[in-house]
């Protein structure tokens, strides 16, 4: 009976520590995004696969287009934690340039999700990038990440390069 007890009271204390984050993600939040909207165009927020708060917004030039995001247990301080660069190669295909940011938390998953969304938005049926050889130490990982978010991948191991390409058909 008393481990019951304990067990109630562990879950009452753990409701209160989820309570507390939670309420200091949304304070964060709404100062992050009248910081981030100053300068940049606030897209969307989102949650990580640990169901943390994030913000994603972007900067757009005439040809290049950039999707940064920023978690929401930190304060905006001017700096992303995860970024898709991305240039505009003609009315139907987006080039991925780079992918930048902290590995491993579902960042670049939540910001290839948008990156698709504009591209439907703005009617490119096409997102392309290029695997070079700076990233073969980690080129099983890009492919594994491309494939989930349904690119074509090809890879040429002895050459070390390759193309990904998404189409929206």
């Known amino acids: 009976m008393k481990s019951a007890f304990l067990e109630k009271e562990k879950n009452k204390e753990e409701l209160k520590q989820e309570l507390d984050s939670l309420e200091i993600q949304l304070f964060r939040m709404q100062n992050n995004i009248r910081e981030i909207a100053k300068n940049s165009e606030v897209i969307s927020i989102d949650q990580t696969k640990e169901d943390n708060w994030v913000i994603i917004y972007a900067d757009k030039e005439e040809e290049t287009c950039q999707l940064m995001l920023h978690n929401c247990e930190t304060p905006y301080r001017g700096k992303w934690n995860s970024a898709i660069q ?84």
Do not use: P
Not at 124 to 131: A, E, P, R, S
Not at 138 to 148: G, P, Q, T
Not at 158 to 165: F, S, Y
């Open 86 to 169: 991305a240039e505009y190669k003609d009315d139907n295909t987006i080039h991925i340039a780079d992918i930048k940011g902290e590995e491993n938390k579902g960042y670049g998953s939540i910001l290839m999700k948008h990156l698709k969304e504009l591209a439907r938005d703005e009617n490119v049926q096409f997102i392309t990038g290029d695997i070079v050889k700076r990233d073969f130490d980690h080129v099983e990982r890009l492919e594994y990440f491309y494939e989930k978010h349904y690119f074509d991948v090809k890879i040429d191991h002895e050459e070390q390069c390759g193309e990904i390409v998404w189409n929206d058909e």
